[in-house]
């Protein structure tokens, strides 16, 4: 559940006059203190000098914020810290980002002495743990260093990604399949519901016998498809391990097993049941041939209806009617949980950490009182935290008005019936037309880059009023969040960048070549150069040791 916070705290009162006083060369109240911002931003373009966003931040915080949004945040950072121009507050996407630059010893140390003064991320701080709740949580150990609180954060994003069924195709299969063969292959009756319940995927062979189906009665169409964009599995590799355990990619996929050891989906076998599988989709033509080489934009025939089985958000079946304007689509998509391969730990849908983004503050910034105190509530304001004692999520002004540009730009949000969302609509209007959909202010839709979370309870749409399709997209991401989850405890690794990127490059290639029937070496010799050559048994060396810092292992 989500609600909104039910006053503005006075923007600013006490401290506008803290400004009024401080002087010093840094800005006064009429032109602001000034600060540079480094993200990783959606766009990564910058904004004239009219945008309402940076002017909205003016005149509530007396900042006067240059954002610098890039692609490569690291790399960005460390230049950046390395010239005279240094960046003020940086926020970071993952611990390796953040660890690469904190060694530099060019960010603030402590935290601790600002929680005070920052309520929204108090609570963020001082979450427990469903299976702690005496300690302190994952989160607060991976980010504190002995008594110091390393840098503040946003919650991590609830699974909004997660699997996708022409649920008209399925029909169709339910109602005509009596069984038999197809191209060689033979399958089950697809009408073998029981006690009146619908079919439905429950194991891997429930989706090979779905998909042959497509292959026999859909011509130009297929069940599979990803957009690897010539360097990766795509959403292949994110999803179809899941139906035996974790992800296979470094350092995600590394868990801890139950008796204290740390695994991995090579190491346990799963990997490769996986890529088999993998395998026996491509040999049998069920995968749409563009898959590995296509680009995300270059990805259309989901939305055009030739796919018959996705992993997508919910607003798949926003974007399908949006490629089928003459046609009635609402009714293509439905959710569905995760198969898992029977014997397996398989079916949980990943959440991507313990933390979200991470908030610093560079040491200078910190040294002048004025700016890091204006500094300081600004984030405050901008952190979606959840009340303890509802178990709500809530936004406050400043995420509002970042994010979504509630308050600043004349967007506005609608109640959606029936439902703990709120609806935006970001498309210009015949009344209205929207700053960040002009030209040159695209740029400012990476001002909410930095806070975005999909705990927030926001349905963007692009129409005025509530359709069905956004009730569509409610009904998709509500039956996601229910969906049992484990956390990818990988993602708080901290491991060396070069041997993991090397270790993943050499996987990929393998598993590409693999599966399409190119010349690669035998499984036994991948597995062997995985562990060894390619160093990973030294890697999950190397993050046994984490995690019993971070008190997974005890």
């Given at each position: 559940?989500?609600?909104?916070?039910?006053?503005?705290?006075?923007?600013?009162?006490?401290?506008?006059?803290?400004?009024?006083?401080?002087?010093?060369?840094?800005?006064?109240?009429?032109?602001?203190?000034?600060?540079?911002?480094?993200?990783?931003?959606?766009?990564?373009?910058?904004?004239?000098?009219?945008?309402?966003?940076?002017?909205?931040?003016?005149?509530?915080?007396?900042?006067?914020?240059?954002?610098?949004?890039?692609?490569?945040?690291?790399?960005?950072?460390?230049?950046?810290?390395?010239?005279?121009?240094?960046?003020?507050?940086?926020?970071?996407?993952?611990?390796?980002?953040?660890?690469?630059?904190?060694?530099?010893?060019?960010?603030?140390?402590?935290?601790?002495?600002?929680?005070?003064?920052?309520?929204?991320?108090?609570?963020?701080?001082?979450?427990?743990?469903?299976?702690?709740?005496?300690?302190d949580s994952i989160a607060k150990q991976m980010m504190t260093d002995g008594?110091?609180?390393?840098?503040?954060?946003?919650?991590?994003?609830?699974?909004?990604?997660?699997?996708?069924?022409?649920?008209?195709?399925?029909?169709?299969?339910?109602?005509?399949?009596?069984?038999?063969?197809?191209?060689?292959?033979?399958?089950?009756?697809?009408?073998?519901?029981?006690?009146?319940?619908?079919?439905?995927?429950?194991?891997?062979?429930?989706?090979?016998?779905?998909?042959?189906?497509?292959?026999?009665?859909?011509?130009?169409?297929?069940?599979?498809?990803?957009?690897?964009?010539?360097?990766?599995?795509?959403?292949?590799?994110?999803?179809?391990?899941?139906?035996?355990?974790?992800?296979?990619?470094?350092?995600?996929?590394?868990?801890?097993?139950?008796?204290?050891?740390?695994?991995?989906?090579?190491?346990?076998?799963?990997?490769?049941?996986?890529?088999?599988?993998?395998?026996?989709?491509?040999?049998?033509?069920?995968?749409?041939?563009?898959?590995?080489?296509?680009?995300?934009?270059?990805?259309?025939?989901?939305?055009?209806?030739?796919?018959?089985?996705?992993?997508?958000?919910?607003?798949?079946?926003?974007?399908?009617?949006?490629?089928?304007?003459?046609?009635?689509?609402?009714?293509?998509?439905?959710?569905?949980?995760?198969?898992?391969?029977?014997?397996?730990?398989?079916?949980?849908?990943?959440?991507?950490?313990?933390?979200?983004?991470?908030?610093?503050?560079?040491?200078?910034?910190?040294?002048?009182?004025?700016?890091?105190?204006?500094?300081?509530?600004?984030?405050?304001?901008?952190?979606?935290?959840?009340?303890?004692?509802?178990?709500?999520?809530?936004?406050?002004?400043?995420?509002?008005?970042?994010?979504?540009?509630?308050?600043?730009?004349?967007?506005?949000?609608?109640?959606?019936?029936?439902?703990?969302?709120?609806?935006?609509?970001?498309?210009?209007?015949?009344?209205?037309?929207?700053?960040?959909?002009?030209?040159?202010?695209?740029?400012?839709?990476?001002?909410?880059?930095?806070?975005?979370?999909?705990?927030?309870?926001?349905?963007?749409?692009?129409?005025?009023?509530?359709?069905?399709?956004?009730?569509?997209?409610?009904?998709?991401?509500?039956?996601?969040?229910?969906?049992?989850?484990?956390?990818?405890?990988?993602?708080?690794?901290?491991?060396?960048?070069?041997?993991?990127?090397?270790?993943?490059?050499?996987?990929?290639?393998?598993?590409?070549?693999?599966?399409?029937?190119?010349?690669?070496?035998?499984?036994?010799?991948?597995?062997?150069?995985?562990?060894?050559?390619?160093?990973?048994?030294?890697?999950?060396?190397?993050?046994?040791?984490?995690?019993?810092?971070?008190?997974?292992?005890?």
């Open positions: 559940m989500w609600k909104k916070g039910s006053k503005i705290v006075a923007l600013l009162l006490g401290v506008c006059c803290l400004f009024s006083m401080a002087g010093c060369g840094n800005g006064t109240k009429s032109d602001g203190i000034p600060v540079k911002m480094l993200i990783s931003g959606y766009v990564n373009l910058h904004t004239e000098g009219n945008d309402p966003y940076r002017k909205w931040i003016k005149d509530n915080y007396n900042l006067d914020i240059t954002l610098n949004a890039v692609g490569d945040l690291s790399g960005a950072a460390i230049t950046e810290f390395a010239s005279n121009n240094k960046p003020d507050i940086v926020v970071f996407d993952s611990m390796d980002e953040f660890t690469t630059v904190a060694e530099q010893k060019v960010l603030l140390e402590d935290w601790t002495p600002y929680l005070e003064k920052m309520p929204n991320a108090s609570k963020i701080v001082h979450m427990k743990d469903a299976d702690n709740p005496d300690g008594e110091k609180l390393k840098g503040v954060w946003t919650l991590p994003d609830t699974p909004t990604w997660s699997l996708k069924i022409r649920e008209d195709w399925a029909n169709e299969y339910r109602a005509t399949t009596t069984g038999g063969t197809v191209g060689g292959q033979s399958y089950p009756a697809g009408n073998t519901a029981t006690n009146g319940q619908p079919w439905q995927p429950n194991t891997p062979e429930d989706l090979l016998h779905f998909a042959r189906w497509i292959k026999a009665n859909k011509p130009d169409s297929y069940a599979f498809t990803s957009a690897g964009n010539n360097s990766s599995l795509g959403t292949l590799g994110n999803w179809l391990p899941l139906m035996w355990g974790t992800v296979a990619e470094l350092p995600y996929g590394v868990y801890v097993t139950e008796d204290g050891e740390v695994d991995f989906p090579v190491t346990d076998g799963t990997h490769k049941l996986y890529i088999d599988y993998l395998k026996q989709i491509c040999d049998e033509k069920l995968i749409d041939p563009s898959w590995y080489l296509q680009s995300w934009e270059q990805k259309t025939k989901t939305k055009q209806g030739l796919i018959g089985i996705e992993w997508y958000p919910g607003s798949i079946s926003a974007e399908t009617q949006g490629y089928n304007p003459d046609v009635d689509t609402t009714d293509w998509w439905k959710t569905y949980a995760i198969p898992c391969a029977e014997g397996y730990d398989g079916g949980y849908m990943p959440i991507e950490g313990y933390v979200g983004k991470i908030i610093c503050v560079s040491k200078r910034a910190a040294l002048n009182s004025a700016k890091m105190d204006a500094i300081v509530k600004f984030i405050d304001d901008c952190l979606v935290y959840r009340d303890e004692e509802t178990g709500e999520y809530v936004r406050p002004v400043g995420y509002d008005a970042l994010r979504w540009g509630v308050g600043v730009d004349g967007y506005e949000y609608k109640e959606i019936e029936g439902s703990d969302y709120v609806y935006v609509n970001t498309a210009d209007t015949d009344s209205k037309s929207f700053y960040r959909n002009s030209t040159a202010g695209a740029g400012a839709y990476d001002w909410g880059a930095w806070i975005a979370t999909t705990k927030d309870g926001v349905i963007q749409g692009n129409t005025e009023e509530v359709g069905v399709l956004t009730k569509k997209v409610v009904e998709h991401n509500s039956i996601t969040s229910q969906m049992k989850s484990k956390v990818q405890i990988g993602s708080s690794l901290n491991l060396d960048s070069s041997l993991v990127k090397n270790l993943n490059t050499q996987q990929i290639y393998w598993e590409y070549n693999y599966v399409t029937g190119g010349s690669v070496d035998s499984y036994e010799k991948f597995l062997n150069n995985w562990k060894t050559q390619w160093k990973g048994d030294e890697l999950l060396a190397a993050a046994k040791i984490q995690f019993t810092e971070f008190g997974l292992i005890k």
